[in-house]
């Protein structure tokens, strides 16, 4: 017969949730599996997720990030709270269609009926076409689909 499992003090839980976020010590691990184990890091501020790779990976370099960028292991996106994230390119397209429908509802929302929802899925079919042929940079996105639309200051995901 099994004994009662055994609960963990307040410390050991802290102490085990540190470990996993790679904070009691830095962790011999690539940039993108890094991402993984934590989750993703929140890169609104850019400087915030070089610090925190910094933290978390053994002999990170400021560099590590770009190339892992530029070689597409790793993709900085808008994600949780619709807030910019740097997760590995396995995670992102798993997170960033688990928030799809939260964020889309929450977009919608924030220009109250300046867009219907089929003008915004007649500007997704046009980026999704320019895409199709390589990246976009913000002004040719802004070309296909205009400005972003200045978020009300209530307006949250």
Same mark, same amino acid.
């Given at each position: 017969m099994a004994g009662t499992p055994r609960t963990l003090t307040q410390r050991e839980l802290n102490r085990a949730?540190?470990?996993? *976020?790679?904070?009691?010590? $830095?962790? $011999?691990?690539?940039v993108p599996q890094a991402?993984?184990? =934590?989750?993703?890091?929140q890169a609104q501020y850019a400087p915030s997720t070089y610090v925190g790779l #910094?933290?978390? =990976?053994?002999?990170?370099?400021? %560099?590590d990030l770009t190339r892992a960028l530029e070689r +597409?292991?790793?993709? *900085?996106?808008?994600?949780? +709270? &619709?807030?910019?994230? &740097? !997760?590995? &390119?396995? %995670?992102? #397209?798993?997170?960033? =269609? /688990?928030v799809r429908q939260a964020r889309r509802e929450w977009a919608l929302s924030v220009v109250r009926g300046e867009l219907a929802e +089929?003008? !915004?899925?007649? &500007?997704?079919? $046009?980026v999704r076409? *320019?895409?199709? /042929?390589?990246t976009l940079r $913000?002004?040719?996105?802004?070309?296909l689909v205009g400005p972003a639309p200045a978020a009300s200051p209530s307006a949250s995901p």
């Open positions: 949730l540190l470990a996993r *976020q790679l904070l009691l010590e $830095r962790a $011999r691990v690539t991402l993984e184990r =934590v989750g993703g890091i #910094w933290s978390r =990976v053994a002999g990170f370099e400021r %560099d +597409r292991t790793v993709v *900085q996106g808008t994600l949780m +709270r &619709a807030t910019i994230h &740097a !997760v590995s &390119a396995g %995670d992102y #397209w798993p997170l960033a =269609v /688990a +089929r003008e !915004v899925a007649a &500007a997704a079919g $046009r076409k *320019q895409l199709g /042929a390589g $913000r002004a040719e996105l802004e070309e």
